[in-house]
């Protein structure tokens, strides 16, 4: 079953737009949910946790249990937020990613 | 730079032969894990321990094995079982396994 759905495999915006990757994920019970990033010729990395309510390179993301979704945001995005963003989720020990979706910021 | 090691980067494999992808971490982690990554699919669990001398299968651990002999090295073999095993591989390890995880640069297996 698909725990976590990123619906855009491609997102471009220009700098200084605000900027809002989606995440959907399917689970009974309270979730944990992270967002990692991959920039170019970098490894995958944390980019932030839900549990730890703060804001990563001005990147916030909240869970909403109604919608079941943990949408991460910026209000202003910069070029080297260019990256591949990964939203997943702990169950049971194990995590699950998403498909994850391309940021393209233009200058 | 250093924690997770990967190697090698790049791997080519024969039709019917077993390969075995390296990790090796200098976190002092409990907890690693092995994720295929294809186009479009995001990361698939194959295998996680938790724990030395001790693993468990993830969502797609058939035609794959693993070892956990030592706290620092969770080597990852490809068999010939596994039928489509061109992709990207990453390791990656946790202090525990509800931890976010550190990964490593990725092995790309590649079939001769």
């Known amino acids: 079953a698909q725990r976590v759905t990123q619906p855009e495999k491609l997102l471009s915006v220009f700098k200084g737009a605000p900027v809002e990757l989606k995440c959907n994920y399917s689970?009974?019970?309270?979730?944990?949910l992270f967002w990692y990033v991959q920039y170019s010729r970098q490894r995958l990395q944390l980019l932030l946790r839900?549990?730890s309510r703060e804001s990563i390179k001005g990147f916030t993301a909240d869970l909403n249990k109604g919608e079941t979704s943990f949408h991460l945001k910026k209000p202003f995005a910069q070029e080297e937020d260019s990256a591949m963003y990964y939203c997943a989720l702990i169950d049971f020990n194990k995590f699950y990613f998403g498909s994850g979706t391309k940021l393209n910021v233009k200058p | 730079d250093g924690g997770i090691t990967q190697s090698p980067k790049y791997l080519f494999r024969k039709e019917g032969q077993n390969v075995t992808l390296s990790c090796e971490q200098n976190?002092?982690?409990?907890?690693m894990y092995w994720y295929r990554q294809d186009p479009g699919q995001g990361l698939r669990l194959i295998y996680y321990s938790q724990i030395v001398n001790d693993f468990q299968k993830g969502d797609i651990a058939e035609g794959y094995s693993v070892s956990r002999e030592k706290k620092e090295s969770f080597p990852l073999t490809v068999t010939s079982a596994q039928k489509n095993p061109t992709a990207f591989y990453l390791c990656?390890?946790?202090?525990?396994?509800?931890?976010?995880?550190?990964f490593g640069d990725g092995t790309r297996l590649s079939i001769l």
């Open positions: 976190l002092n982690h409990d907890a």
């Open positions: 990656a390890s946790s202090t525990a396994s509800h931890q976010p995880q550190h």
């Open positions: 689970y009974s019970g309270s979730p944990e």
């Open positions: 839900h549990i």
